[in-house]
T-cell receptor, first 115, second 111 residues
């Protein structure tokens, strides 16, 4: 158990809909990262938040957005969903997120299926 | 963006054999990490490497950070059935950034 929690574990929705995925980082960690894992693209970094502020952006679509709240939990919002958005979405956390020695620990993921 | 080339894509081995997999990149990374993922779970960190040339062990696992900072390998000695899973290399270019992952090596062990 990494200490990172994600809800829900599974999510099934229809095209055009909007969903929210939730992540709670390990106790004491200030940074949260979101990743998408699909069969064709593999694991792709989406976005990082540190202590409530966006710190780094990866391959995140404009239809997707995230935020980190004062209690440090984070939410990933996916809107206007398309079939291709079906994937596993992972959250990871690290203590700092500002140094190359800062280790990222992954949650169990949310499996999103768009029908 | 950056890409990591991980090989082999899959390995079919007998229990007790040693395993070797590697990752190469066209650009430099400051940190190399090796994760293992099992079905229905998130990646679990196995080994973290922070300095060029560093060789680190974790039980039967050994990983090295290449001198050029563009490659890394992971060795597993005397494989056992619970080693089955997908192994990913990941690189971190700087501090505030996300990990760049390889495509994974799927390890299958035949008893």
């Amino acid at each position: 158990d990494s200490g990172v929690t994600q809800t829900p574990k599974h999510l099934i929705t229809a095209t055009g809909q909007r969903v929210t995925l939730r992540c709670s980082p390990r106790s004491g960690d200030l940074s949260v990262y979101w990743y998408q894992q699909s069969l064709d693209q593999g694991l792709q970094f989406l976005i990082q938040y540190y202590n409530g502020e966006e710190r780094a952006k990866g391959n995140i679509l404009e239809r997707f957005s995230a935020q980190q709240f004062p209690d440090l939990h984070s939410e990933l919002n996916l809107s206007s969903l398309e079939l291709g958005d079906s994937a596993l979405y992972f959250c990871a956390s690290s203590s700092d997120g500002g140094s190359s020695t800062d280790t990222q620990y992954f949650g169990p993921g949310t499996r999103l299926t768009v029908l | 963006g950056q890409q990591l080339n991980q090989s082999p894509q899959s390995m079919f081995i007998q229990e007790g054999e040693d395993v070797s997999m590697n990752c190469t990149s066209s650009s430099i990374f400051n940190t190399w990490l090796w994760y293992k993922q099992e079905p229905g779970e998130g990646p679990v960190l196995l080994i973290a490497l922070y300095k060029a040339g560093e060789l680190t062990s974790n039980g039967r696992l050994t990983a090295q950070f290449g001198i050029t900072r563009k490659d890394s390998f992971l060795n597993i000695s005397a494989s056992i059935p619970s080693d089955v899973g997908i192994y990913f290399c990941a690189g971190l270019e700087g501090g505030a950034d996300g990990l760049t992952f390889g495509k994974g090596t799927h390890l299958i062990i035949q008893p």
